[in-house]
Antibody
Framework: EVQLVESGGGLVQPGGSLRLSCAASGFIFSTYSMNWVRQAPGKGLEWVSYISSTSTTIYYADSVKGRFTISRDNAKNSLYLQMNSLRAEDTAVYYC????????????????WGQGTMVTVSS | DIVMTQSPDSLAVSLGERATINCKSSQSVLYSSNNKNYLAWYQQKPGQPPKLLIYWASTRESGVPDRFSGSGSGTDFTLTISSLQAEDVAVYYCQQYYSTLYSFGQGTKLEIK
């Protein structure tokens, strides 16, 4: 079964750091580009970051650029999001999402999503 | 950045009736070199992650019922559910992937009338 499982969420104070992980299974992780997408409580979806299959291409949303770092370990079938200088507005469920094989380079829709991990930034 | 605007924000449709959700992009998401629209539709039920329904504006994802269809080109797109079922109650999002700053519409909440 194709699956993505996020972990690492929790409560953190403003200015703090957190590292999210996403474990992939059921597909050849090293051949797929991946993304992080977040959803604030009761709000819509916001794309956060993209990483290509070999980590050579990385993109960030303006709202997290300079604070968040995406990475992956293909040997461990894992995706990561290092979040520093966290703010209250970063409070959200964070999803990892796979870029579909039908995609054209980085241009594609997200065909597999994890269940998400909740990050709460509050004092 | 490309801004995606959906209409309406919420919609109530009777079981068996047609539901139509619109999505407008602030600039064209049609890539002229391959004549493809870089537009997807997702369904999100309460407490669940989003599920991909449609990509390339009109290509149905594997396993998605054929009552779901996507249409449109350039800046104006539509998701149509031909005969609403109870399990279709959800929030629907459009997304553009033409620009590296992928962006989603604000969502349309679909309910049963």
């Amino acid at each position: 079964e194709v699956q993505l499982v996020e972990s690492g969420g929790g409560l953190v104070q403003p200015g703090g750091s957190l590292r999210l992980s996403c474990a992939a299974s059921g597909f050849i992780f090293s051949t797929y580009s991946m993304n992080w997408v977040r959803q604030a409580p009761g709000k819509g979806l916001e794309w956060v970051s993209y990483i290509s299959s070999t980590s050579t291409t990385i993109y960030y949303a303006d709202s997290v650029k300079g604070r968040f770092t995406i990475s992956r370990d293909n040997a461990k079938n894992s995706l990561y999001l290092q979040m520093n200088s966290l703010r209250a507005e970063d409070t959200a469920v964070y999803y990892c999402a796979r870029l579909g094989a039908f995609s054209s380079g980085w241009r594609g829709a997200f065909d597999i999503w994890g269940q998400g991990t909740m990050v709460t930034v509050s004092s | 950045d490309i801004v995606m605007t959906q209409s309406p924000d919420s919609l109530a449709v009777s079981l068996g009736e047609r539901a139509t959700i619109n999505c407008k992009s602030s600039q064209s998401v049609l890539y002229s070199s391959n004549n493809k629209n870089y537009l997807a539709w997702y369904q999100q039920k309460p407490g669940q992650p989003p599920k991909l329904l449609i990509y390339w504006a009109s290509t149905r994802e594997s396993g998605v019922p054929d009552r779901f269809s996507g249409s449109g080109s350039g800046t104006d797109f539509t998701l149509t559910i031909s005969s609403l079922q109870a399990e279709d109650v959800a929030v629907y999002y459009c997304q553009q992937y033409y620009s590296t700053l992928y962006s989603f519409g604000q969502g349309t909440k679909l309910e049963i009338k």
